[in-house]
T-cell receptor, first 115, second 114 residues
Framework: DAMVIQNPRYQVTQFGKPVTLSCSQT?????MYWYQQKSSQAPKLLFH???????NEADTPDNFQSRRPNTSFCFLDIRSPGLGDAAMYLC??????????????FGPGTRLTVL | SQQGEEDPQALSIQEGENATMNCSYK?????LQWYRQNSGRGLVHLIL?????REKHSGRLRVTLDTSKKSSSLLITASRAADTASYFC??????????????FGKGTHLIIQP
Protein backbone atom coordinates (compact mmCIF):
# COMPACT_ATOMS: atom_id res chain seq x y z
CA ASP A 1 0.00 0.00 0.00
CA ALA A 2 1.18 3.52 -0.76
CA MET A 3 2.14 5.26 2.42
CA VAL A 4 4.35 7.60 4.40
CA ILE A 5 6.91 5.82 6.57
CA GLN A 6 8.91 7.31 9.39
CA ASN A 7 11.91 5.75 11.08
CA PRO A 8 12.55 5.26 13.82
CA ARG A 9 9.21 5.50 15.62
CA TYR A 10 11.01 6.33 18.87
CA GLN A 11 14.38 8.04 19.13
CA VAL A 12 16.34 8.81 22.26
CA THR A 13 19.32 11.13 22.07
CA GLN A 14 21.53 13.01 24.46
CA PHE A 15 21.56 16.74 24.94
CA GLY A 16 23.71 18.23 22.17
CA LYS A 17 24.17 14.99 20.24
CA PRO A 18 23.13 15.31 16.57
CA VAL A 19 20.20 13.20 15.48
CA THR A 20 18.59 12.45 12.13
CA LEU A 21 14.99 11.43 11.57
CA SER A 22 13.93 9.92 8.30
CA CYS A 23 10.79 9.88 6.21
CA SER A 24 10.03 7.99 3.05
CA GLN A 25 6.97 7.90 0.84
CA THR A 26 5.65 5.60 -1.85
CA UNK A 27 2.97 8.06 -2.96
CA UNK A 28 5.29 9.85 -5.44
CA UNK A 29 4.09 13.19 -4.09
CA UNK A 30 5.93 16.37 -4.97
CA UNK A 31 5.71 18.03 -1.59
CA MET A 32 7.07 16.80 1.72
CA TYR A 33 6.60 18.55 5.05
CA TRP A 34 8.09 18.31 8.52
CA TYR A 35 5.99 19.30 11.54
CA GLN A 36 6.93 19.45 15.21
CA GLN A 37 4.24 18.58 17.74
CA LYS A 38 4.94 19.07 21.42
CA SER A 39 2.83 17.40 24.06
CA SER A 40 -0.82 18.47 23.97
CA GLN A 41 -0.07 21.10 21.34
CA ALA A 42 -0.90 21.58 17.69
CA PRO A 43 1.51 20.42 14.99
CA LYS A 44 3.75 23.28 13.88
CA LEU A 45 5.23 23.45 10.40
CA LEU A 46 9.04 23.54 10.38
CA PHE A 47 9.73 23.47 6.63
CA HIS A 48 8.71 21.82 3.42
CA UNK A 49 10.12 20.78 0.06
CA UNK A 50 8.36 21.27 -3.23
CA UNK A 51 10.43 18.86 -5.31
CA UNK A 52 13.95 20.10 -4.47
CA UNK A 53 12.82 23.61 -3.59
CA UNK A 54 13.36 24.07 0.16
CA UNK A 55 11.04 26.39 2.09
CA ASN A 56 11.89 27.25 5.68
CA GLU A 57 9.37 28.74 8.09
CA ALA A 58 10.56 32.07 9.47
CA ASP A 59 10.55 30.92 13.09
CA THR A 60 12.17 27.51 12.58
CA PRO A 61 15.39 27.46 14.62
CA ASP A 62 18.70 27.17 12.76
CA ASN A 63 19.31 24.02 14.78
CA PHE A 64 16.90 22.24 12.44
CA GLN A 65 17.99 21.32 8.93
CA SER A 66 16.47 19.16 6.24
CA ARG A 67 17.63 17.18 3.22
CA ARG A 68 15.70 15.66 0.37
CA PRO A 69 18.05 13.57 -1.77
CA ASN A 70 15.27 12.27 -4.00
CA THR A 71 11.49 12.29 -4.36
CA SER A 72 10.98 9.43 -1.94
CA PHE A 73 13.12 10.44 1.02
CA CYS A 74 13.34 13.43 3.31
CA PHE A 75 15.48 13.81 6.43
CA LEU A 76 15.24 16.05 9.46
CA ASP A 77 18.59 16.82 11.10
CA ILE A 78 18.76 18.34 14.55
CA ARG A 79 22.32 19.53 14.98
CA SER A 80 22.40 20.07 18.73
CA PRO A 81 19.18 18.87 20.37
CA GLY A 82 18.08 20.66 23.48
CA LEU A 83 15.58 19.54 26.08
CA GLY A 84 13.02 21.80 24.42
CA ASP A 85 13.28 19.84 21.18
CA ALA A 86 11.68 16.76 22.71
CA ALA A 87 8.52 16.29 20.68
CA MET A 88 6.73 14.20 18.10
CA TYR A 89 8.04 14.92 14.61
CA LEU A 90 5.54 14.35 11.84
CA CYS A 91 6.32 13.97 8.17
CA UNK A 92 3.60 14.62 5.62
CA UNK A 93 3.24 14.66 1.85
CA UNK A 94 0.90 16.20 -0.67
CA UNK A 95 0.55 15.77 -4.41
CA UNK A 96 1.63 19.25 -5.41
CA UNK A 97 1.61 22.78 -4.18
CA UNK A 98 -1.39 24.58 -5.52
CA UNK A 99 -4.19 26.81 -4.43
CA UNK A 100 -6.08 25.43 -2.57
CA UNK A 101 -3.84 22.99 -0.73
CA UNK A 102 -4.16 19.33 -1.38
CA UNK A 103 -4.88 16.92 1.41
CA UNK A 104 -1.76 16.04 3.37
CA UNK A 105 -0.88 12.45 4.18
CA PHE A 106 0.91 11.97 7.45
CA GLY A 107 3.34 9.37 8.65
CA PRO A 108 2.99 7.83 12.13
CA GLY A 109 5.57 10.22 13.58
CA THR A 110 8.86 9.85 15.43
CA ARG A 111 8.80 10.61 19.13
CA LEU A 112 12.09 12.21 20.12
CA THR A 113 13.32 12.12 23.71
CA VAL A 114 16.31 14.24 24.73
CA LEU A 115 18.16 13.18 27.87
CA SER B 1 0.49 33.16 15.57
CA GLN B 2 -2.06 30.43 16.02
CA GLN B 3 -4.46 30.42 13.10
CA GLY B 4 -7.06 27.92 14.25
CA GLU B 5 -8.55 27.64 17.68
CA GLU B 6 -10.81 24.75 18.56
CA ASP B 7 -13.34 24.56 21.29
CA PRO B 8 -13.99 22.82 23.47
CA GLN B 9 -10.47 21.70 24.37
CA ALA B 10 -11.92 18.48 25.72
CA LEU B 11 -15.26 16.77 25.25
CA SER B 12 -16.60 13.62 26.88
CA ILE B 13 -19.88 12.08 25.71
CA GLN B 14 -21.71 8.77 25.80
CA GLU B 15 -21.49 6.35 22.91
CA GLY B 16 -24.28 6.97 20.46
CA GLU B 17 -24.50 10.70 21.15
CA ASN B 18 -23.46 13.36 18.68
CA ALA B 19 -20.23 15.31 19.17
CA THR B 20 -19.76 18.87 17.94
CA MET B 21 -16.44 20.66 17.80
CA ASN B 22 -15.83 24.22 16.69
CA CYS B 23 -12.91 25.97 15.10
CA SER B 24 -12.22 29.66 14.61
CA TYR B 25 -9.51 31.21 12.49
CA LYS B 26 -8.15 34.67 11.84
CA UNK B 27 -7.16 35.21 8.22
CA UNK B 28 -8.68 34.55 4.81
CA UNK B 29 -8.39 30.95 3.76
CA UNK B 30 -8.49 28.80 0.65
CA UNK B 31 -9.84 25.82 2.53
CA LEU B 32 -10.22 24.32 5.96
CA GLN B 33 -9.47 20.71 6.79
CA TRP B 34 -10.21 18.48 9.77
CA TYR B 35 -7.79 15.81 10.92
CA ARG B 36 -7.98 13.12 13.60
CA GLN B 37 -5.06 11.96 15.72
CA ASN B 38 -5.13 8.88 17.88
CA SER B 39 -2.87 8.99 20.91
CA GLY B 40 0.79 8.92 19.92
CA ARG B 41 0.05 8.54 16.23
CA GLY B 42 0.13 10.62 13.07
CA LEU B 43 -2.76 12.64 11.74
CA VAL B 44 -5.44 11.23 9.49
CA HIS B 45 -7.28 13.49 7.08
CA LEU B 46 -11.04 13.47 7.59
CA ILE B 47 -12.58 16.11 5.37
CA LEU B 48 -11.73 19.26 3.43
CA UNK B 49 -14.14 22.13 2.85
CA UNK B 50 -13.29 24.89 0.39
CA UNK B 51 -13.87 28.55 1.10
CA UNK B 52 -16.79 28.71 -1.35
CA UNK B 53 -18.58 25.77 0.32
CA ARG B 54 -20.87 26.05 3.33
CA GLU B 55 -21.47 22.44 4.28
CA LYS B 56 -20.00 19.07 3.49
CA HIS B 57 -20.82 15.51 4.52
CA SER B 58 -18.74 12.37 4.68
CA GLY B 59 -20.30 9.33 6.33
CA ARG B 60 -21.04 10.26 9.94
CA LEU B 61 -19.18 13.55 9.60
CA ARG B 62 -20.72 16.90 8.82
CA VAL B 63 -18.62 20.02 8.44
CA THR B 64 -19.87 23.57 8.14
CA LEU B 65 -17.93 26.67 7.21
CA ASP B 66 -18.93 30.28 7.84
CA THR B 67 -16.33 32.51 6.24
CA SER B 68 -18.07 35.67 7.46
CA LYS B 69 -17.56 34.52 11.05
CA LYS B 70 -14.27 32.75 10.25
CA SER B 71 -15.51 29.60 11.91
CA SER B 72 -16.15 25.95 11.18
CA SER B 73 -17.79 23.10 13.02
CA LEU B 74 -17.32 19.35 12.87
CA LEU B 75 -20.24 17.15 13.84
CA ILE B 76 -19.78 13.42 14.43
CA THR B 77 -23.12 11.66 14.60
CA ALA B 78 -23.85 8.41 16.44
CA SER B 79 -20.45 8.39 18.10
CA ARG B 80 -18.51 5.18 18.70
CA ALA B 81 -15.76 4.29 21.15
CA ALA B 82 -13.34 4.19 18.19
CA ASP B 83 -13.99 7.91 17.63
CA THR B 84 -12.00 8.67 20.78
CA ALA B 85 -9.13 10.84 19.54
CA SER B 86 -7.94 14.41 19.19
CA TYR B 87 -9.46 16.42 16.37
CA PHE B 88 -7.65 19.31 14.73
CA CYS B 89 -8.79 21.88 12.27
CA UNK B 90 -6.17 23.12 9.83
CA UNK B 91 -6.28 26.08 7.52
CA UNK B 92 -4.57 26.90 4.28
CA UNK B 93 -4.23 30.68 4.37
CA UNK B 94 -5.06 32.56 1.18
CA UNK B 95 -1.57 33.98 0.73
CA UNK B 96 -2.00 34.29 -3.01
CA UNK B 97 1.20 32.48 -3.82
CA UNK B 98 0.22 28.85 -3.53
CA UNK B 99 0.09 26.52 -0.59
CA UNK B 100 2.89 26.59 1.96
CA UNK B 101 1.68 24.15 4.55
CA UNK B 102 -1.16 24.00 7.00
CA UNK B 103 -1.68 25.90 10.23
CA PHE B 104 -3.25 23.71 12.88
CA GLY B 105 -5.45 24.62 15.80
CA LYS B 106 -4.79 23.31 19.29
CA GLY B 107 -7.30 20.50 18.92
CA THR B 108 -10.26 19.05 20.75
CA HIS B 109 -9.71 15.86 22.72
CA LEU B 110 -12.85 13.75 22.32
CA ILE B 111 -13.59 10.87 24.67
CA ILE B 112 -16.47 8.51 23.91
CA GLN B 113 -17.67 6.70 27.03
CA PRO B 114 -18.95 3.17 26.32
Amino acid sequence: DAMVIQNPRYQVTQFGKPVTLSCSQTLNHNVMYWYQQKSSQAPKLLFHYYDKDFNNEADTPDNFQSRRPNTSFCFLDIRSPGLGDAAMYLCATSIQRQTPTDTQYFGPGTRLTVL
Amino acid sequence: SQQGEEDPQALSIQEGENATMNCSYKTSINNLQWYRQNSGRGLVHLILIRSNEREKHSGRLRVTLDTSKKSSSLLITASRAADTASYFCATDPDSGGGADGLTFGKGTHLIIQP
